[in-house]
């Protein structure tokens, strides 16, 4: 299908209007012609390290403009994007590049002792890196050198275009294929629903590795030939100087970061009038949040969201109409998607009645990668089986309630807690560990661990704290640990979860 690949669309535009701003970055502006100049020469140097189509090309990279003109690149090559998150641990960074079979990994200096870790996993691994070159690398720029330049390659719908890691429930994160045709509808989605055009301007200050700031803001506004802005990081100030002057239209915050711009000391003060919409995701909002942010953003559309990385998110969400009356629903679903509530055996289950939120359309992705029994077991009946538990109301909204996987959503990030309960059972005092959500008002929850230790083992809080900072990422560790007699199950040996957290709130 002519105008699949992404990188299609970027040669489009760059043909369509050259001069018009594509990119700012730190107040520098790069034009459609001007990215599809330079993702057309990386291409080339791309393919000169030995990447081909079908290869897995790793992201592991703050915000900045050379990780969208790598995804293109890998794109326009045929290639797999592996966008990779920076909060990660080594030896979790690692997994997932030898699990993808990574060619290929971009990064940069700061992150290097990751890039590395990955190198260790798979000795001879290509490394680039942006904004500097450690010793054995290849800097970026150098891949920008005048070359013969691939066309965009031609590319099937079926084809995977990105490759995204995401904790799932079990103790290993599972790879989300993506597909080129996902990404086609998904845009094709977004664009109308959310009325996106050229003349929109999108905030990227969320993490790109996030299918809520890549897919919400950027992917979505460019592919409509609007504008996009990035951040290198979330910072409260920045964002919301660029929220009330720079021109911005539309931006993905997760609720942890719309709690930090409402704390703000000067927010009172400023014009946020014009602002016109407004994405949130990650995790459900709680409706305070939603009601002082809709009157610090007077001339907003607030699209309550709720979406996956398997959908390439963006689901269901509320419109302009909505918004205010259905406040507490994630509204209904998006153009091109189906979803509907069906209870243990799959069956519909009626209007106001607890089930599982199940979807279907051509954005759903293919699959999990290498994990066939997994992929059949998401796809029964033919949808796409959630794990999260909702309820569609008389009219068609739908209300989300908990999950069923007992995933854990911190800052806008999903905490896999047999992930961390591996890490715990690791170290030679635990005999059982259990890893349950706790609410804090800063970032939704944060993992707490309930341990029984071995008999005549001795060891601290901080011991297994500890422990699990040297072998997770920072915000996947508990932030307390109690130490049990023995932990709830029911009678076929369960850990009764729901107990757990019931006991913590006392």
């Not at 079990?170 to 629903?193: D, Q």
């Not at 802005?229 to 970061?257: Q, Y």
């Not at 409402?262 to 919409?277: I, Q």
């Not at 259990?434 to 707490?448: F, N, Q, S």
């Amino acid at each position: 299908m002519s105008g699949l690949n992404l990188a299609s669309v970027l040669a489009h535009h760059a043909d369509r209007f050259p001069d018009r701003a594509c990119l700012v970055w730190d107040g520098a502006v790069v034009t459609y012609a001007e990215l599809d100049r330079r993702v057309a020469r990386t291409a080339a140097g791309l393919a000169r390290l030995g990447v081909g189509r079908g290869d897995v090309v790793g992201l592991l990279l703050y915000n900045c403009p050379e990780f969208l003109e790598a995804m293109f690149a890998v794109a326009r090559l045929g290639a797999i994007v592996m966008p990779v998150n920076w909060r990660l641990a080594g030896e979790e960074v690692a997994y997932i590049a030898s699990h993808a079979g990574a060619r290929l990994v971009v990064s940069e200096p700061e992150l290097a002792p990751l890039a590395e870790a990955a190198r260790a996993r798979l000795p001879g691994l290509p490394l680039v890196g942006v904004g500097g070159a450690p010793a054995g690398w290849t800097p970026f720029e150098a891949l920008r050198e005048p070359g013969a330049v691939p066309p965009p390659a031609e590319v099937s719908a079926d084809d995977v275009h990105r490759l995204m890691y995401t904790s799932g429930t079990t103790a290993r994160p599972k790879g989300v294929m993506i597909t080129h045709a996902n990404l086609y509808w998904k845009n094709i989605a977004h664009v109308v629903e959310f009325g996106i055009t050229g003349e929109d301007k999108g905030l990227a200050c969320g993490p790109l590795y996030h299918v809520g700031a890549l897919d919400l803001t950027t992917t979505t506004v460019l592919y409509a030939g609007g504008t996009v802005e990035i951040h290198r990081k979330f910072e409260t100030e920045r964002a919301l100087d660029a929220l009330e002057r720079g021109g911005i239209t539309n931006v993905w915050l997760a609720p942890s970061m719309v709690n930090q711009i409402l704390a703000h000391p000067s927010l009172a003060a400023r014009d946020l009038g014009r602002v016109r919409l407004i994405i949130d995701g990650g995790e459900k909002m709680p409706l305070p949040l939603i009601e002082r942010l809709l009157r610090a953003f007077p001339g907003a559309w607030f699209a309550d969201a709720y979406g996956l990385t398997e959908t390439v998110s963006g689901d269901t969400f509320l419109d302009k109409r909505t918004t205010v009356r259905k406040l507490g629903s994630v509204g209904k679903a998006c153009l091109h998607l189906e979803v509907a509530i069906w209870d243990a055996a799959d069956r519909p289950v009626a209007a106001g009645a607890l089930g599982e939120i199940v979807l279907r359309g051509p954005k759903v992705f293919k699959g999990y990668w290498k994990d066939p029994e997994a992929t059949v077991a998401a796809f029964r009946g033919g949808w796409f089986h959630t794990g999260d538990l909702g309820y569609l109301d008389e009219e068609g909204f739908l209300y989300i309630v908990d999950r069923m996987k007992d995933m854990i959503v911190s800052g806008g990030e999903n905490i896999a807690s047999p992930e961390v309960e591996r890490v715990l059972y690791e170290h030679p005092a635990v005999l059982e560990a259990a890893v349950v959500g706790r609410p804090d008002p800063r970032w939704g929850e944060v993992p707490i661990a309930c341990v029984v230790r071995r008999p005549g083992a001795s060891v601290s809080e901080d011991e297994l704290r500890d422990w699990c900072l040297a072998r997770l990422a920072r915000y996947k560790a508990p932030r307390a640990v109690r130490f049990v007699d023995a932990l709830p199950r029911n009678p076929s040996g369960k850990v009764l979860k729901r107990v757990l957290r019931e006991q913590d709130a006392r």
